[in-house]
């Protein structure tokens, strides 16, 4: 046996010459596939490369990588080395910040690196199911009431609201978080000293329109401060 069973690096053979450039090129191939990164996997042609960086070859592959598709290629010492994805292989695609996992001779996609807005569950035809994270911060808080426009999304599936108090507000005794018609639907008479928070959890609620988030003054109206917020929430996405 000249090479290893999974991942084909050269062996060194008995009584062999010039043995560092079969131990070089054994790790020449380890530094390009241990923790793998992909600068990108939507080329299908070479670009300009820099020393070390690797690429996941996409399908009508042309000129240095014609008939590639699929495979991974790295730019090593000045030429393109070729590498034939196994079972279990996972990569991080650092233009699309996401993971991947080579599984039943397709790539497939396993999730983002800790995103606001994530994929969890894929299908064939392009329909995802996101899970989202959506902030903003209002601040120099006035007058009677402050609103996130439009920062929960159309079609959106709201599980919380959350909320802290990340400059002390005075003026106001306390506030509510909510929605026009239901100005405590994600907490009412709120902390108004710095740090202050809260988790407006609801039951599972639909937004059929990109929908504003009202913070509202009680006991006086604002005069400053500033309230952190976060919108939790599922996203469906239509087949492409």
């Known amino acids: 046996m000249s090479d290893t069973h999974r991942l084909a690096l050269p062996l060194l053979a008995a ?36 020393e070390g960086a690797a690429y996941l070859i996409a399908s009508g592959a042309t000129s240095a990588w014609s008939g590639r598709d699929g495979e991974i290629a790295a730019w090593q010492n000045g030429a393109w080395s070729f590498f034939t994805p196994v079972d279990g292989m996972m990569a991080f695609v650092a233009d699309e910040q996401i993971q991947i996992v080579y599984s039943s001779s397709a790539w497939q996609r396993t999730g983002a690196a800790l995103a606001s807005d994530m994929v969890v569950a894929q299908g064939t035809g392009g329909a995802e199911s996101r899970h989202q994270v959506i902030e903003t911060e209002l601040t120099g808080l006035m007058g009677s009431s402050a609103t996130a426009a439009a920062l929960i999304p159309d079609r959106a599936v709201v599980f919380c609201v959350s909320s802290r108090t990340s400059t002390a507000i005075s003026g106001a005794a306390s506030y509510d978080c909510g929605i026009s018609g239901e100005i405590n639907k994600f907490g009412g008479s709120l902390g108004v000293a710095q740090g202050a928070s809260n988790l407006g959890v609801i039951g599972p609620t639909a937004f059929y329109a990109p929908t504003d988030v009202v913070l509202t003054a009680n006991g006086g109206a604002f005069s400053t401060g500033a309230v952190k917020l976060a919108v939790h929430c599922f996203l469906p996405v239509a087949p492409a």
């Open 15 to 50: 009584a062999q010459a010039q043995k560092h450039v079969t131990h070089n090129e054994a790790l020449t191939a380890l530094d390009a596939l241990v923790h793998l990164t992909f600068v990108t996997r939507s080329l299908s042609a070479p670009p300009v490369a820099g």
